[in-house]
Nanobody, 122 residues
Framework: QGHMVESGGGLVQAGGSLRLSCAASGSIFSDNVMGWYRQAPGKEREGVLCSSFSGLNIFYAGSVKGRFTASRDNAKNTVYLQMNSLKSEDTAVYYC???????????????WGQGTQVTVSS
């Protein structure tokens, strides 16, 4: 799965914000686009979005459009997921992941991290 480490998860009230970070090894970061997916308790994994090399966000989950934004810092080999206006249904373990291009399946990745828990209280 390569070397990718997420951080920034936690407990937040509905309507609040969190920013997740994902640090990747240099080769993974430079050669791949970065994306995020999530898995809520008792539910299947859900693709959230993919951030292209140019920073364009391709949304897989319509429910987060307008609230979530991904960005990448090439100097730090890090991708961020800014989550605003959080809802209880956003509660899940969030995983960052990497693949060669945003095209293809929302859950098709070559590398992924261990995940970070996000809990939104209503």
């Amino acid at each position: 799965q390569g070397h990718m480490v997420e951080s920034g998860g936690g407990l937040v009230q509905a309507g609040g914000s969190l920013r997740l970070s994902c640090a990747a090894s240099g080769s993974i970061f430079s050669d791949n686009v970065m994306g995020w997916y999530r898995q809520a308790p008792g539910k299947e994994r859900e693709g959230v979005l993919c951030s292209s090399f140019s920073g364009l966000n391709i949304f897989y989950a319509g429910s987060v459009k307008g609230r979530f934004t991904a960005s990448r810092d090439n100097a730090k080999n890090t991708v961020y997921l800014q989550m605003n206006s959080l809802k209880s249904e956003d509660t899940a373990v969030y995983y960052c992941a990497a693949k060669r291009a945003c095209s293809g399946g929302a859950l098709t990745y070559d590398y992924w991290g261990q995940g970070t828990q996000v809990t939104v209280s209503s």
